[in-house]
């Protein structure tokens, strides 16, 4: 039952989600014209619930993990995912999610 606000903050701080604010920043700057822009209470129910899970998770990556990643985006060219889409993605993608799905 992750909170953001109930975690009080407001910049980006190990383990937690990225602070809503941010969300809506990202969701402003990347939006494409037929896109709307999700309400600001919208937003951040979605985006607590990127760190919603019933089981604590850890990702370990190794170095060559990493360094194949930017290779693999480095050779996308055009296709290269813009900074911060993720947030806006998932973002989007949860805010659909309803309620008794979780």
């Not at 896109?35 to 937003?43: A, K, N, Q, T």
């Not at 998770?57 to 194949?68: C, D, E, F, G, H």
């Not at 930017?70 to 050779?75: F, Q, V």
Request: hydrophobic share 35%; aromatic share 4%.
């Amino acid at each position: 039952m992750y909170n953001a606000d109930l975690v009080g903050h407001s910049e980006v701080i190990a383990g937690h989600s990225v602070p809503h604010k941010m969300v809506q920043g990202f969701m402003q700057s990347l939006a494409k014209d037929d896109e709307s822009i999700l309400e600001y209470d919208e937003i951040s129910k979605a985006n607590d619930r990127v760190r919603q899970t019933p089981h604590a998770t850890v990702n370990i990556l190794r170095r060559s993990q990493l360094n194949a990643a930017a290779e693999y985006e480095k050779n996308l060219g055009d296709k290269r995912p813009k900074p911060n889409s993720i947030y806006v993605r998932n973002t989007r993608r949860l805010a659909k999610v309803k309620d008794d799905n979780i």
